[in-house]
């Protein structure tokens, strides 16, 4: 086949426009690639040469109703190595272990991890800055200082449980920490710096800095003063009973919100790590859950008055025992009351008395308010962690149930329970839900940035028949079972309890739970207060609630309304002395003096009255009780000492420690 001239040059000119298509096509594509896609590529060959070293933002504080720091973020220097720049792993491990007081291969695992960033953790997290000054001056490639938070606690231990504790990525776990992780937690920024295919920082390139967001402040109803009182009786208790456990709770009925919650046993949050699990994962005030004994009795009484079954004046007979579906259900008191009033039922605290008020209300209405009260659920609480507490089905009670849980026998409560049922007593009959936190706050401003307002539950009764309960509980303070937690001029009205706890089945001879609940002033209460002893160990007592407990209320009642500016009252009903109540002393001034003056002057008042020195110093700075207060006769006063006389008159608060 013979090829023309003329299709040679055909041919030519197609392969030339092949060739220059071909080169065409090229060249868009290399302008595709660096204009088009030029920043996308840019961003990817950043990250691949980027390194990101993350810089935490601020945990927010918590506060307490003042605005006082009771949580506040610390930062502190903490390790991180990227393993890709480590050159010598196994001595750069040698010289970081001596430094952080950690094992060698412990950090030679941790510095050959397959990963960008790792932690030299646990040693090298929050350390001090002597310790990160000496790993700065070890000049190790691919080791770095990067800052952290670190939780300080100015007051210790002081409502430990309620505050909680956070882990080691600054995270809450517990308490407040872990119910408003959200809000207190800050966004991350980080440090980038640019490597290259070796993970080696490469020269001349400076660092990216995008900085953290702070968390949010909370502010807490927690009052300090109320609650180092309540942490003061807490440690006095223990000192005095050995107990196994108590709890207390401060709340301001009108509002909900909780003012003063400790536990014991307890914990100092910056050395979680050294206690129990149970001491700091379990808030026994809204954990734990127990018969609660004559202090239910309450609410056997607001129903049997509301639904008008009872009057106060109507008559009763106490034998000594209550007949029910065959069993005698005996009185606390041996041989009974005898004739009385229903007033003197609830001044007495009288088991058969009350049994006849659960009858007359019958299952379906006490039940029901019972229900209404908030018993059974969960209150609601900003606390992780609530219990539910422990109820009848209805169809499962019978004569002998309805019997026992007319008294606070059979049923399980948890102390926030007990206490905001008070408080809807307290209130005029409204239910109350539980607030610990009160607003959130902008950390950098203190603006307010949320308020958390009071929430009505539901109404319970009327507000005539909580006048009529809180008469009747005043008059348990002041001539029944409650007379422990008299304090003259302080209207305080309260129920005490004495409840068997039940062990393997059946109830224990020597094991019981002793509590008291009340408010004040009785006319209008400005606080509700509530403690339960677990097992007190008396030495010449016995174990009743109107002994142990309700001399403990009736004082964190008096130095609480003292400190909110409440005045005495000569009103109310008044006091019934026996021949069996303690003898009531007045406890001298002892504020301003030297140490050796005031044990003179207490030795001189003629009250048999222990003291204990709390702190260094030359002079009382402070006294718990305050002067003026009347005190069982043998009674302890704490002195707190400083180095500056006192101007004034002692407020009660511990100036030496919050527990």
Known sequence: MRVTQRTIRRRFVLLLFTLLAGIGALIGRLAYIQVIQSPWLTQKAHQLWSRSIPVQGLRGSILSANGKPLVYTASAPTVMAIPIQVKDKGQTASKLAGVLGMESAKV???LTKKTAIVYIAPGGRRITENQAKAVRALHLPGVYITEEGKRAYPDGNLAAQVLGITGADNQGLTGI????????????GYINILTNARGERMPGQGEDYIPPTNGEDVELNINTQIQKFVQREIEQAVA?????EVTAIVANPTTGAIVAMANYPTFNPARWKDYPASTYNRNLAIWKTFEPGSTFKV????????ENKVNL??????????EVAGHKIKCWKAGGHGSESFLNVVEN??????????????????FSFIHKFGFGKKTGIDLPGEGNGILFKLNKVGPLELATTAFGQGVSVTPIQQVMAMSAIANGGLLMKPHVAKAFLNHDTGKVVKEIKPQVVRRVISKSTANQVRSALESVVAQGTGRGAYVDGYRIAGKTGTAQVAENGHYSSGHYIVSFIGMAPANDPKLVAYIAIDHPRPKN?????????????????????SALGVPKSSAGIAHKKRVTDPMLVSVPDLTGMTVQKAAQTAIQSGAQLRTEVVGKGKYVIAQAPKGGTKVQNGSKIRLFLGNMPATGQSTGQSTGTGS
Do not use: H, W
Request: proline share 6%; aromatic share 10%; hydrophobic share 40%.
């Open 541 to 561: 007592q016995p174990v009743f609630g109107g002994i142990i407990a309700a001399p403990i209320v009736g004082r964190i009642l008096a130095d609480s309304l």
């Open 349 to 366: 605290s009288c088991n058969p008395g009350f049994i006849a008020m659960g009858e007359k209300l019958g299952k379906q209405s006490l």
């Open 108 to 110: 030679l695992k941790l």
């Open 299 to 306: 609410v056997t009484l607001s129903a049997a008055l509301q």
């Open 240 to 244: 005095e009973y050995n107990p196994d």
């Open 313 to 322: 004046k109507d008559k009763f007979y106490d034998p000594g025992y209550y």
């Open 177 to 188: 920490e872990k119910q408003y992780d959200a809000q207190l937690a800050g966004q991350k």
